[in-house]
């Protein structure tokens, strides 16, 4: 059974740093991406990072110079390192894997005190 369980989120001030972690566990045939998306109070979920499988990365363009999303494949974990932090980041953020399904964590919530 495959599990993504989230952590490292919490409270932090603007222009703080947090680096959420995704344990990937249970075996995920034919991995196409890795990311990490969120969702604040009243809006839509929105793609933050991807990782593909080759390797290239993709952000919106709000967290762009500011978030790194990572791979460590002999620890199955997905990170993003988040700098300079704003209250509008503040937002349940969930990891996402592409297989031949979608699989979601449950989510970690962010929250940027200004």
């Known amino acids: 059974q495959v599990q993504l369980v989230e952590s490292g989120g919490g409270l932090v001030q603007a222009g703080g740093s947090l680096r959420l972690s995704c344990a990937v566990s249970?075996?995920?045939?034919?991995?196409?991406?890795m990311g990490w998306y969120r969702q604040a109070i009243g809006k839509q979920r929105e793609l933050v990072a991807e990782?593909?499988?080759?390797?290239?990365?993709r952000y919106v363009d709000s967290v762009k110079g500011r978030f790194t999303i990572s791979r460590d494949n002999v620890k199955n974990t997905v990170y993003l390192q988040m700098n300079s932090l704003k209250p509008e980041d503040t937002a349940v953020y969930y990891c996402?894997?592409?297989?031949?399904?979608?699989?979601w964590g449950k989510g970690t919530l962010v929250t940027v005190s200004s």
């Open positions: 996402n894997v592409k297989g031949l399904r979608d699989y």
């Open positions: 249970g075996s995920i045939f034919s991995i196409n991406g």
């Open positions: 990782l593909t499988s080759g390797g290239k990365t």
